[in-house]
C-alpha cells in the first residue's frame, strides 16, 4: 500500500463481506443484550427463591428472608420470590404480607 493511499480503496469483495458479517453479528448482539440481561435476572431471582424456600422449609426464617429481599430486587414480577416474601412477612405476621398475595 502507497503513501498516499486509504484503506477504503483497498477494500476487496471478501473484506467487505467480512465487515458486514461483524456489523450484523454487532448490531444483533446490540438488540439481544437487553432481553439475554432480563432473562439472566429472572433466572437468578428463580434461584434465590428455591434458596429462601429451602431455609424456609429449615425454619432459617432471617436468612430466608435476606434471599426473598434479594429476589425481589432482581426480579419484582417473579411468582416465586413473591410467594416467598408473602410467606416470610407471614410468618413475622407483618402487615405487608397482603400485597404480596396477588
Given at each position: 500500500?502507497?503513501?498516499?493511499?486509504?484503506?477504503?480503496?483497498?477494500?476487496?469483495p471478501?473484506?467487505?463481506?467480512?465487515?458486514?458479517?461483524?456489523?450484523?453479528?454487532?448490531?444483533?448482539?446490540?438488540?439481544?443484550?437487553?432481553?439475554?440481561?432480563?432473562?439472566?435476572?429472572?433466572?437468578?431471582?428463580q434461584?434465590?427463591?428455591?434458596?429462601?424456600?429451602?431455609?424456609?422449609?429449615?425454619?432459617?426464617?432471617?436468612?430466608?428472608?435476606?434471599?426473598?429481599?434479594?429476589?425481589?430486587?432482581?426480579?419484582?414480577?417473579?411468582?416465586?420470590s413473591?410467594?416467598?416474601?408473602?410467606?416470610?412477612?407471614?410468618?413475622?405476621?407483618?402487615?405487608?404480607?397482603?400485597?404480596?398475595?396477588?
Open positions: 500500500m502507497s503513501e498516499g493511499t486509504s484503506i477504503f480503496l483497498s477494500l476487496t471478501k473484506r467487505i463481506v467480512w465487515i458486514c458479517v461483524a456489523l450484523v453479528l454487532v448490531v444483533g448482539g446490540g438488540f439481544s443484550a437487553r432481553p439475554a440481561y432480563r432473562q439472566i435476572k429472572k433466572w437468578r431471582a434461584r434465590l427463591a428455591a434458596e429462601g424456600e429451602a431455609l424456609r422449609a429449615a425454619n432459617s426464617w432471617e436468612p430466608a428472608l435476606r434471599k426473598a429481599q434479594q429476589a425481589l430486587q432482581l426480579s419484582s414480577a417473579e411468582t416465586s413473591l410467594r416467598l416474601m408473602s410467606r416470610v412477612l407471614a410468618h413475622f405476621g407483618h402487615e405487608q404480607t397482603l400485597p404480596y398475595w396477588r
